[in-house]
């Protein structure tokens, strides 16, 4: 039988923590997904409603299965399951900005091939890092709740699941050089390297890549330009939607777009005569000018969700055409900043790898 379990029912996440759950499941898992809601207390947008978690992690005591910012994770859905995950991006007072995080722990949902086998593990744990002010539009309350899709053990035998964390999180300096080693324990699937300024593209902040193995023995990607990667790599566009409030000025307000972002702007409610003004921007930030104190309603369309560049290695589908490490002596990115980068910008790794059962 496959269904979905409750693992957290909604409850009140007002102050900011830290969340620990004990998981106590005994049939296999496909994909845990966790939902934060934050009641907003105003109309003008504070950040994104995914920075409402700033970390969800997977553990068996001190052994990290999935460690992810709620952006990150956010962006690795979509490039597993070719859209966003459920986000509401409502910028309104007393409407509840909602963010959505997948853990995929197979290739995709209800695979019998990769899941997570709570009996290979000993002290299976979720941990939530949260802060409601942190998303939305100032949110005076918040909830958690967390829900599990799962399989019988019946129905499937898993040699081993999708292990995802973050490696390296560095600032960014301009035009510099960052040297990263990666680790060379387990297959990669994919590698997302991501930096999310506002009124910033990818490229402008992490603007060449290098991915070689064994000190350039082998060059997977050679100096490339990260915005020639995003035009010849899988990035596809999504849409989404943003309703926001307007004040009569120019107003910022956050989406998950960051390039070749496209939107267009109505009013909503009654003043549907109201003269409308839009900045295309990117880095995941617009700036809507209302020429009257209305609500108004955003269509988005772009690419690269919270400044992810995504590197594929073989058939998403195919795990035997995954990049094998476990023969190699040194697996490092060199990448160069942009010339220009955002004010107090980071740079993330985040690698998805097959764990194998031993």
Not at 11 to 35: C, F, H, M, P, Y
Not at 130 to 157: I, Q, R, Y
Request: charged share 20%; proline share 4%; with cysteine.
């Amino acid at each position: 039988m496959r269904r979905i379990t409750e693992i957290l029912s909604a409850e009140a996440a007002s102050t900011a923590g830290t969340k620990v759950i004990d998981l106590n499941l005994t049939d296999i898992v496909s994909r845990i997904v966790v939902q934060f809601k934050g009641t907003n207390s105003t109309g003008v947008p504070t950040a994104h409603p995914a920075k409402m978690i700033s970390k969800i992690e997977l553990v068996d005591g001190s052994d990290v299965l999935f460690s992810l910012t709620g952006a990150e994770a956010q962006a690795l859905n979509f490039y597993d399951e070719n859209e966003l995950p459920t986000t509401a991006l409502m910028y309104v007072n007393d409407v509840m900005a909602i963010a959505t995080f997948h853990i995929n722990l197979g290739r995709f949902l209800w695979d019998t091939k990769l899941a997570l086998d709570p009996s290979k593990f000993s002290n299976l744990q979720l941990k939530i890092t949260h802060n409601k002010a942190s998303g939305g539009a100032t949110p005076d309350a918040g909830s958690l709740s967390v829900f599990a899709f799962v399989m019988d053990k019946s129905e499937a035998t898993p040699t081993g699941f999708l292990m995802s964390k973050e490696i390296q999180s560095y600032s960014l300096t301009s035009s510099a050089h960052e040297y990263i080693s990666l680790p060379i324990d387990y297959a990669y699937r994919r590698i997302l390297v991501a930096s999310l300024s506002a009124e910033k593209q990818p490229w402008e902040q992490f603007n060449k890549i290098k991915l070689s193995i064994d000190n350039d023995k082998q060059v997977l990607i050679n100096n490339m330009s990260t915005s020639d990667l995003i035009k010849i790599l899988p990035h596809k566009r999504f849409t989404e939607y943003l309703v926001g409030t307007g004040t009569g000025s120019a107003e910022g307000t956050y989406c998950t777009a960051t390039m070749e972002t496209f939107a267009a702007m109505a009013p909503l409610a009654s003043a549907l005569t109201a003269a409308s003004v839009l900045t295309q921007a990117y880095g995941g930030y617009l700036t809507a000018l209302m020429d009257s104190a209305e609500l108004f309603q955003l269509v988005i369309a772009g690419k690269c969700p919270h400044g992810a560049l995504n590197i594929p290695f073989g058939d998403p589908a195919e795990i035997d055409s995954y990049l094998k490490v476990d023969k190699i002596g040194a697996f490092k990115f060199d990448i160069t900043a942009g010339s220009s980068v955002g004010s107090s910008s980071t740079c993330e790794i985040v690698a998805q790898q097959v764990r194998t059962y031993k």
